[in-house]
């Protein structure tokens, strides 16, 4: 069973950065990859940026494009999402995701295509005007 843990949420300026991390476990294939999605109530969870085991895939949530920035180091198992300028609009609750197996065929609508695996706990993410 995947098992992930988050950390780094907060509350912040307009403009101001935080720093999401999440360590994964129990993943069972070489080629996975891991990400974020984002709820606000009332909305439907969206995909906001997702990263491939080989760094091969790479995506981003348009509007968060420029301002966030997803990376991996495998050899903890952690992925972390950088975010900086960020937006009122970007409060949400921020789960990280596992997609295990991945295939680079998912593409840029993976969010839609592929159900994830296994979803963290969720961390608020608040930025104040």
Known sequence: EVQLVESGGGSVQTGGSLRLSCVASGLKFDNHALGWFRQV???????VSLI?????DIYYEDSVK???????DNTKNTVFLQMNSL??????VYYCVAVDPWFSSYGVRWAQLRMPDAWGQGTQIT???
């Open 66 to 72: 420029g301002r966030f920035t997803i990376s991996i």
């Open 127 to 129: 930025v104040s005007s």
């Open 87 to 92: 937006k009122p609009e970007d409060t949400a």
């Open 41 to 47: 109530p009332g909305k439907e969870r969206e995909g």
């Open 52 to 56: 491939s085991s080989d760094n091969k």
